[in-house]
């Protein structure tokens, strides 16, 4: 049987490669996109590594509401990228630097 | 067979009335403004104005209502929840107001600027009044969401676009961050349930501790990110800069009131028997966010980078009454940030109504002369600078005394005396555009253009500082009173 620290170790991993992800990425806003939702995923793993091992069901249905909510918040991202590619041409980080001061 | 041994009892819809007919009158509004034609969307306007006057109506009769806790317990019914809606409320109303002349002079939608604006009101509602993890989490992210839509709205503009991206990079980052602290924190006490939480760690075995603590950064991270507290406030200044200015005029008031809301809820409710850790961490960021905003925002030409500066200077003064860590001091820091939304909701509307006349109003120097341009404007645009600067008679120096004073009780002077020397530091810069305003030749002679109702709803912003600043009894006590 796996341990609970087990489980936890990989959330944190995958937390921390995905914060690292976001920090580090200069050259691609999909990354971004996929950084923001690894660590969702993160999260979740913790949720439903807790809920098994303390035998709660609400850990789980929260699982289910921030899969939902990351749904609708990638749409969202994906929606904003399509308009910053429109209008720039570009989807580097690197680009993202007229806001400044 | 018995298919629900629990029967879910049925909640108490009164309870959430407010919600129920926002919701519902938003996808009436979402409906109607599809198939009216675009030269009578004055009609999609109207309803929207309408149904917060409903909404608000609704709030202030339900006002002194008991606190009840209803839905198994998620949602709950009290004085700050009551008190922090009516104020959102009503921010949004005036939001709206000042936005419909700009909105129609840039050409930006009007009804869907209206529709994001509720469902993300819906979601300030719904975060405030959470007794839950899951709909705390719910309603953060229906209040970042559509704010995030709204930045992006200008959808020919590149820096809006920019703007928009980064504010949803920072926002899906610290709800992730806010989550993983819930996440162990429902770990060590296995339950999603504010009260239940409060219980759990209050009689935690000294092994957990390490876990809390961990997960009690995660929170107060997630927190300080939401409300743009150094240091997590990079995305502060370049989405106020960035977005239209009817977009920056609702993000710079209501949401930073939820907030605090949510500070509650996760703080003072959840994590009660953790207020000297807590307390630690907000001392940290409070002392930060003051110098670093009220020193920053001297260097800057924009008067929306200005603004958005002290947006985070007068985020370090709230916590200052958040981290008292008593009622006292819970009851200033929610009357400083109900005055501050008001004060940020005037001083973003003269921006807005000046863009009114063709020109988007940016720098201060496009503030010279207001005086003889449009000398009322200028008065109250001056009142407003002056109350966040401080000043007395008006509403933001009692609000400051009201934070300083809880300061004191708890035995934390020199955290007070360095709130006070940096109050002063900042008064700089709000008399610099004053003198702007007054001292200097305009370039452009024309007087200003607006509306007449947005001339009356700035006259009562305007003036609301001046009477909450020499009556602030009232508001005072029901601040107070609602802990």
Known sequence: ?101 | MVFFPNPIPVPQLSLVLPEIVLLALTCVVLLTDLFIPARSKIISYLLVQASLIAVAVILILQFHWPTTYTFSDMFVFDKIGSLMKIFMVGVVFFVFLYSRGYLRQTRLPQGEMYVLGMLSLLGMMVLVSANNFIPLYLGLELLSLPMTAMVAMNRGSGIAAEAAIKLFVMSALASAILLYGLSLLYGTTKSLDINQVAQAVATMPNSQYPVVILSLVFVVIGFAFKIGAVPFHMWVPDIYAGSPNSVVLFVSAAPKIAGLGMAIRLLVQALPSMNIEWQALLIVIAILSIALGNLVAIAQRSFKRMLAYSSIAHMGYMLLGLLAANPTGYGAALFYILVYSIMALGSFAVIVLMSNSGIEIENISDLQGLNSRDPWLAFLLMMLLFSMAGIPPLAGFFAKIGVLEALIGVHLVWLAAYALIFAIVGSYYYIRVVKVMYFEEPKITDPIQYSMEARLAMSVNGLAVLVLGIFPGVLFTLCQRAF
Do not use: P, Q, W
């Not at chain 1, 509401?65 to 980080?93: H, K, P, Q």
């Open chain 1, 1 to 101: 049987m796996i341990s609970l620290s087990s489980y936890l170790i990989l959330g944190a991993v995958l937390f921390g490669l995905s914060i690292a992800g976001i920090v580090l990425n200069r050259r691609n806003i999909i990354t971004l996109l996929m950084c923001v939702e690894l660590m969702l995923l993160a999260v979740n793993t913790n949720f439903i590594a807790f809920a098994h091992y303390l035998n709660d069901i609400a850990g789980e249905v929260f699982v289910f509401f921030i899969l939902t909510v990351a749904a609708a918040e990638t749409a969202i991202g994906l929606a904003i990228i399509v308009l910053v590619y429109r209008n720039r041409n570009t989807i580097d980080v690197a680009a993202l630097d007229s806001l400044k001061g």
